[in-house]
């Protein structure tokens, strides 16, 4: 040691209740963010909503034996795009019907069931793109088996269009609060800036270069804004997990909590934290410059 | 033939065969038998005329018989082949009512299923229509709408093939029935027509068999008479012939006995020999004398008749007893006299009993006056006739002189 006083955390030193209220803000809203980043990142934006939502029928002919078409459900499920496949022979594609069409089940007592089974298919999230539809299309009218495919053609680029779409304004938003993170910070490092102006001058007047401090200052924001974003994205995470465990219909539309374990998560995690940290050392440069350049 | 004329014919007969065969008499007068014979030769050739015109006659029946009977075989013919034709027909139009009775059932039941089915699938579009109308499942999974809806589709369609099926079905069954109808009315018509043929060959059959029954009476009548005349002539003939050998004998006895005239008296005489006999005469049977002794003039034909004994009337079955004590010289059958019994009496006398029923003694067997030696046939009237006559040297006497008999 020199002797002389570190630049480390000065404004943790210089400045430590307010600094401790913008902790606690940051770490909160980073737990928003961070539960909205991992959904957005399991979720694909609406897009797992879309393919749970969106699948592709097989009608089979009638004459089709149940064990062939089991036999054809299972092909159909090694396609890569496709997420599942699911054979329903014409008893329950009946009993379906029936459901949708209550009214009807008087009417056909001595007709009996015209219709046949079908193979219901479901795509991957990441694949419900219309040449990943098209391709399992195809593949399917290629089966003799299969009278007819039905995968909502007409609609479906509307539907994909939608799909984008409502992920871009999900992203958007989050992006937009991840923006706003930004400009509070700046102006908490300015005000917190100009609240030490005096000691950040008096250091001066000790031959402390005004650089020298910036940076440091910076460097703590960012090591700060690292280890915030990534201990509230873990506890926005911790909260998902809980809430997908504890309402599953929230797998429809976010999917599994299995996936938060994934290393592309944790990744994706690394990343915002990095991201955050940017944006902290960012802020706080550009509010000591603020708070330099006078009042604005 | 009247029943008069064979009752003279029969007189004749048995008065020229008993002169003939049995007795030869001495000759009345010579001339009147020459004249007798030109009328029984007259009437000869008279028969003899319409016995050919009777052939004739017969052999046209017959011709006639054969045509009818042929017509009548092929109308016979016709008739079975028309009652068998009837009578498929009759199978027919049976066969094509029960199909027809099948069919109206097969189609008013299709015609139900098809009112059912039709109100099923309307019932359908209606449901079909308000789950497009509301959005009928679950409207967060759009793919299982559009499978739902082409469900619906597929539904409709099955229905709707239902009632197309069903409604074909009904068509053909409708046109089959048509066609039944058609065909039963056609075969009722064909029946109506052939019926009526059949009902035609009928009466013609009948007419027919009336017309071969008048044609085989008359052929029967015509054989009949035929063989009556044809018996006639030849007894006729056969007469015609001995009369003609007797006149020729008198003439030759005549010439002969020229010379002396005892055969003269003899007539006179026979009753009295009669009367001789042992014994006495008595009559053979209690009954009326309906033919005389001698020359008869018959007004209804306007011939005259000589007959050589008398006929009794009696009832039917009556015996006939011996008028006196003799021996059975003769019994059996005399054309024209029936069976005929003679008992000889000695001295040249003899008792000739005709138109017996039966015989009750034998020839060669002596008989007492009274003894019965036959009977008289029954007849529905309840009479019959006795012919008696009584012969003495060969000479027939008037019976009544010698035997009390009932005038």
Redesign the interface.
């Known amino acids: 040691m020199s002797g002389q006083p570190s630049l480390w955390w000065i404004d943790w030193r210089l400045s430590r209740p307010p600094l401790v209220r913008e902790t606690i803000g940051r770490f909160l809203f980073f737990c928003l963010l961070g539960f909205a980043l991992l959904s957005l990142l399991l979720s694909g934006g609406v897009r797992r909503f879309l393919s749970d939502r969106y699948t592709i029928t097989a009608v089979l002919r009638a004459e089709v034996p149940s064990a062939e078409a089991e036999g054809l459900a299972r092909k159909v499920a090694a396609l890569p795009p496709v997420r599942s496949a699911a054979y329903r022979d014409p008893e329950a594609a009946w009993k379906e019907f029936l459901r949708a069409y209550p009214g009807l089940d008087p009417l056909r007592g001595a007709g009996g069931n015209p219709l046949p089974g079908y193979i219901e298919l479901r795509i991957r999230p990441d694949r419900l793109t219309g040449a990943d539809v098209d391709l399992v299309v195809s593949a399917l009218r290629s089966v003799p088996h299969v009278e007819q495919v039905l995968a909502g053609e007409e609609g479906l680029p509307r539907l994909l269009r939608a799909g984008r779409l409502a992920s871009w304004v999900c992203w958007g938003i989050f992006g937009a609060f991840f923006a706003g993170f930004f400009l509070v910070g700046r102006l908490q490092e300015r005000a917190r800036a100009v609240a030490l102006a005096g000691d950040f001058a008096f250091l001066a007047e000790r031959g402390v270069p005004a650089g020298r401090l910036a940076f440091l200052r910076a460097a703590a924001a960012a090591v700060s804004g690292f280890l915030l974003a990534a201990a509230g994205t873990a506890a926005g995470g911790g909260a998902l997990f809980l809430s997908l465990r504890k309402f599953p219909f929230l797998e429809g539309v976010i999917g599994s909590p299995s996936d938060l374990l994934l290393p592309r998560t944790a990744a994706a995690v690394a990343l915002f934290s990095c991201g955050a940290a940017l944006l902290s050392a960012a802020a706080s440069l550009l509010g000591w410059r603020a708070a330099r350049s006078g009042p604005e | 033939m009247t029943r008069g004329t064979r009752r003279i014919l029969s007189a004749l007969l048995a008065a020229v065969v008993s002169l003939g065969i049995l007795f030869p008499t001495a000759a009345p007068a010579a001339r009147d038998v020459a004249g007798e014979l030109r009328k029984e030769r007259g009437r000869l050739l008279e028969m003899k005329e319409r016995e050919e015109k009777t052939a004739l006659e017969l052999t046209e029946a017959l011709r006639k018989e054969k045509l009818s009977k042929g017509r009548v075989g092929e109308l016979q013919a016709r008739l079975k082949r028309q009652r068998s034709l009837l009578s498929r027909i009759d199978r027919k139009v049976s066969v094509l009512n029960e199909r027809l009775e099948r069919a109206e059932k097969a189609v008013r039941e299709l015609e139900a299923a098809h009112g059912q089915a039709r109100t ?1 699938l309307q ?2 579009e209606v ?2 229509f ?2 497009q109308r509301t959005g ?2 679950d409207p ?9 809806r ?3 589709r ?2 409709l ?3 709707a093939e ?1 009632v197309a099926r069903i409604t074909r079905a009904r068509e053909r069954k409708a046109e089959e029935l048509s066609g039944l109808e058609r065909q039963v009315a056609v075969t009722e018509r064909k029946r109506t027509r052939e019926k009526k043929v059949g009902d035609t060959l009928l009466s013609r059959q009948e007419e027919e068999r009336r017309r071969l029954a008048d044609i085989e009476r008359e052929k029967k009548r015509k054989e009949k008479e035929l063989k009556s005349l044809r018996a006639k002539i030849a007894r006729m003939e056969s007469v015609v012939s001995r009369v003609e050998r007797q006149v020729k004998e008198r003439e030759r006895r005549a010439r002969k006995g020229a010379a002396g005239g005892s055969a003269a008296r003899e007539p006179a005489e026979a009753p009295r020999r009669f009367a001789s006999l042992s014994g006495g005469l008595s009559a053979p049977l209690t009954g009326k004398i309906v033919t005389r002794f001698g020359r008869q003039h018959d007004t209804t034909f306007d011939v005259t008749i000589e007959n050589r004994g008398v006929e009794i009337e009696a009832p039917s079955g009556a015996s006939v007893k011996s008028v006196g004590q003799g021996e059975v010289a003769f019994a059996g059958a005399v054309s024209g006299f029936g069976n005929v019994l003679i008992v000889q009496h000695g001295g040249g006398l003899f008792s000739v009993y005709g138109r017996l029923e039966t015989f009750l003694v034998k020839q060669g067997e002596a008989v007492k006056k009274g003894t019965v030696v036959g009977s008289l046939p029954g007849s529905p009237s309840g009479k019959s006739v006795l012919y008696l006559e009584l012969r003495a040297g060969g000479t027939a006497i008037d019976p009544t002189s010698a035997i009390p008999l009932d005038r």
Do not use: N, Q, T
């Open positions: 099923d019932r359908a449901v079909a308000a789950g009928a499942g967060w999974y759009p793919s299982a709408r559009e499978r739902e082409h469900f619906m597929l539904y369609a099955a229905d239902g």
